[in-house]
T-cell receptor, first 111, second 114 residues
């Protein structure tokens, strides 16, 4: 079965600082990887997805993620945090039928 | 397009009561899913459907039932509500074409069982 592990259930950064949210995957086949964001009291929204076209994937709101097969990682980054980035972030992997979500990382942005 | 809609937004049930959580999508997606979200646990798949008339169990199906009579609708039924079913429930849908098609989520239903 496929799975993802998100290291760090809570991450705090200062406004303007680098955001780094970690995700490692376990997959026996080439993975399809996703990052979703959830704002308070809302559903999940897609930030970006890896589909093997390019290892560096750019998403919405200035986020990007790099697929590293050797490290089985798909970490999410943003060069400069904004207050509006405060939310819960989920990494997910798909096997075509089901999605498998990580336990989430709550991002706090300190003014 | 409204996307994925869920009703109700909030509900309080007493132990042993039953209810149906409604989910509708207008994107003509073949795949639909029900998740529950508990604090610190991420999303757990309850049931999913690959098309009208076809459903399958996910990771945590006990205590729930589903049906899929149309492409648009995928209701989730709780027959005998228990406190352990207190959670936020999300419905999602995706297009069938391949593994890299993302899921689109509804706004969620917050259920409390007392």
């Amino acid at each position: 079965a496929q799975s993802v592990t998100q290291l760090g259930s809570h991450v705090s950064v200062s406004e303007g600082a680098l955001v780094l949210l970690r995700c490692n995957y376990s997959s026996s086949v080439p993975p399809y990887l996703f990052w979703y964001v959830q704002y308070p009291n809302q559903g999940l929204q897609l930030l970006l997805k890896y589909t093997s076209a390019a290892t560096l994937v750019k998403g919405i709101n200035g986020f990007e993620a790099e697929f590293k097969k050797s490290e089985t990682s798909f970490h999410l980054t943003k060069p400069s945090a904004h207050m509006s980035d405060a939310a819960e972030y989920f990494c997910a992997v798909s096997d075509g039928n089901q999605f498998y979500f990580g336990t989430g990382t709550s991002l706090t942005v300190i003014p | 397009n409204a996307g994925v809609t869920q009703t109700p937004k909030f509900r309080i049930l007493k132990i042993g009561q039953s209810m149906t959580l409604q989910c509708t999508q207008d994107m003509n997606h073949n795949y639909m899913y029900w998740y529950r979200q508990d604090p610190g646990m991420g999303l757990k798949l309850i049931y999913y459907s690959v098309g009208a008339g076809i459903t399958d169990k996910g990771e945590v199906p006990n205590g729930y039932n589903v049906s899929r009579s149309t492409t648009e609708d995928f209701p989730l039924r709780l027959e005998l509500a228990a406190p352990s079913q207190t959670s936020v429930y999300f419905c999602a849908s995706s297009y069938v074409a391949s593994s890299y098609n993302e899921q689109f989520f509804g706004p969620g239903t917050r259920l409390t069982v007392l």
